[in-house]
């Protein structure tokens, strides 16, 4: 009987193992820097892919693209970009936690997605926000957990990312649904106010810059995919 076949080549038990032993590898990173990580599993692969909408679809079937990922974590957003760029496109793939940035390093050379981007991916261990502002992008792909971080610290951030995006490029970021109602109920008061805050500072983002955003519902927990594009 053929093999069944996942939309990126067989679902063998050995990527099945991968995909368990990033979980493992995530969840105890979470338990030990849930603030910086601000989810106890990886991403969805409907999520990677929601999120790579823009290297997917570009104007210019031939042009090629630089891409920026922000808390590349395991890898898992990484996979949905690897399979959605073409040949001339390259990405810096930005992570702050050394553990998982050694661990994407490694996946460049073994996991048999990632590796067919190695020659034009690399991995940066540090915080995105120390990058600099020396490279210019088509594309960023944030995984930040924005509501987890201070307003101050989100508009730090964005204000970096429409620094080094190109003029007409996109800026695709993620964010849980329902978070702060759920804040709402069971945070103190102070954090409650504090992710409010800043989720008001994204939402202005998307008012001002927004062109689509989607509900991607398979993901754990369910998340908001927002796209915004910097005017040219
Ligand atoms: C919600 S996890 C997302 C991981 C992965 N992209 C995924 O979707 O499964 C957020 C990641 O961002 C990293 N991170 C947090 N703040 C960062 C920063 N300022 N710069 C770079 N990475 C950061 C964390 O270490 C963590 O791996």
Same mark, same amino acid.
């Given at each position: 009987?053929?093999?069944?076949?996942?939309?990126?080549?067989?679902?063998?038990?050995?990527?099945?193992?991968?995909?368990?032993?990033?979980?493992?590898?995530?969840?105890?990173?979470?338990?030990?820097?849930?603030?910086?990580?601000?989810? =106890?599993?990886? *991403?969805?692969?409907?999520? +990677?892919?929601?999120? &790579? $909408?823009? /290297?997917? !679809?570009?104007? #210019?079937?031939?042009?090629?693209?630089?891409?920026?990922?922000?808390?590349?974590?395991?890898?898992?957003?990484?996979?949905?970009?690897?399979?959605?760029?073409?040949?001339?496109?390259?990405?810096?793939?930005?992570?702050?936690?050394?553990?998982?940035?050694?661990?994407?390093?490694?996946?460049?050379?073994?996991?048999?997605?990632?590796?067919?981007?190695?020659?034009?991916?690399?991995?940066?261990?540090?915080?995105?926000?120390?990058?600099?502002?020396?490279?210019?992008?088509? =594309?960023?792909? *944030?995984?930040?957990?924005? +509501?987890?971080?201070? &307003? $101050?610290? /989100?508009? !730090?951030?964005? #204000?970096?990312?429409?620094?080094?995006?190109?003029?007409?490029?996109?800026?695709?970021?993620?964010?849980?649904?329902?978070?702060?109602?759920?804040?709402?109920?069971?945070?103190?008061?102070?954090?409650?106010?504090?992710?409010?805050?800043?989720?008001?500072?994204?939402?202005?983002?998307?008012?001002?810059?927004?062109?689509?955003?989607?509900?991607?519902?398979?993901?754990?927990?369910?998340?908001?995919?927002?796209?915004?594009?910097?005017?040219?």
């Amino acid at each position: 009987m053929a093999e069944p076949q996942s939309p990126t080549g067989p679902l063998t038990a050995l990527r099945l193992d991968d995909r368990l032993r990033d979980t493992k590898l995530f969840f105890t990173q979470a338990v030990r820097t849930f603030h910086a990580t601000g989810s =106890v599993v990886p *991403s969805s692969r409907a999520l +990677a892919d929601a999120l &790579a $909408e823009y /290297v997917r !679809e570009r104007p #210019d079937p031939g042009q090629a693209l630089r891409i920026l990922e922000a808390g590349a974590g395991t890898g898992a957003i990484t996979r949905g970009i690897a399979a959605a760029m073409g040949p001339k496109d390259t990405a810096d793939l930005v992570e702050a936690n050394p553990r998982f940035a050694a661990h994407v390093e490694d996946l460049l050379g073994s996991d048999p997605e990632l590796s067919a981007i190695a020659d034009r991916a690399t991995v940066h261990a540090m915080l995105v926000n120390d990058m600099g502002t020396d490279q210019a992008y088509d =594309v960023i792909i *944030s995984g930040l957990p924005f +509501a987890n971080f201070t &307003a $101050e610290q /989100v508009g !730090e951030i964005l #204000d970096h990312y429409f620094t080094v995006l190109r003029p007409g490029g996109t800026l695709s970021f993620y964010g849980y649904l329902y978070t702060k109602e759920v804040k709402a109920v069971i945070a103190r008061r102070e954090d409650y106010l504090r992710q409010a805050r800043a989720s008001w500072l994204v939402q202005d983002w998307i008012d001002r810059y927004g062109i689509r955003s989607e509900r991607v519902w398979a993901n754990v927990p369910p998340a908001w995919v927002h796209h915004l594009r910097k005017p040219a």
